[in-house]
């Protein structure tokens, strides 16, 4: 039985997931849904967190939620261009996202039961 108790996404892996993630949330795709947006998203963050889940990656997990409400939040405010309007963008918070099917990592580490 292997146990990986300090195992954590490697500063390659992270910048891959990022490269990804930006990849789907370019500017230019600010003229499409936010939901067809997360559908995109959510498998490569399914399957990348069931990668990196048995280690001790929590703290990773949290930069890279973090990091996928930011872009999506970018997406947004340029979708709605000139049209923004006050308060508008302080809606958009990880719970809105999330309420519109965004998969969250955090919470999704599963440690190895001692023998």
């Not at 954590?8 to 499409?32: C, H, I, N, Y």
């Amino acid at each position: 039985m292997r146990y990986y108790l300090h195992r954590w996404p490697s500063q390659a892996a992270m910048k891959k997931l990022r490269d990804k993630v930006r990849e789907r949330t370019d500017r230019r795709r600010s003229g499409t849904d936010v939901r067809d947006v997360i559908a995109e998203l959510n498998p490569i963050l399914r399957g990348w967190g069931a990668y990196f889940r048995t280690g001790n990656a929590a703290r990773k997990f949290r930069q890279v939620d973090d990091y996928v409400v930011w872009r999506l939040r970018r997406l947004m405010v340029k979708k709605r261009g000139r049209n923004l309007r006050g308060g508008q963008k302080a809606v958009w918070t990880e719970e809105w996202f999330n309420g519109h099917g965004l998969y969250r990592l955090r919470g999704t580490i599963r440690y190895l039961k001692t023998a």
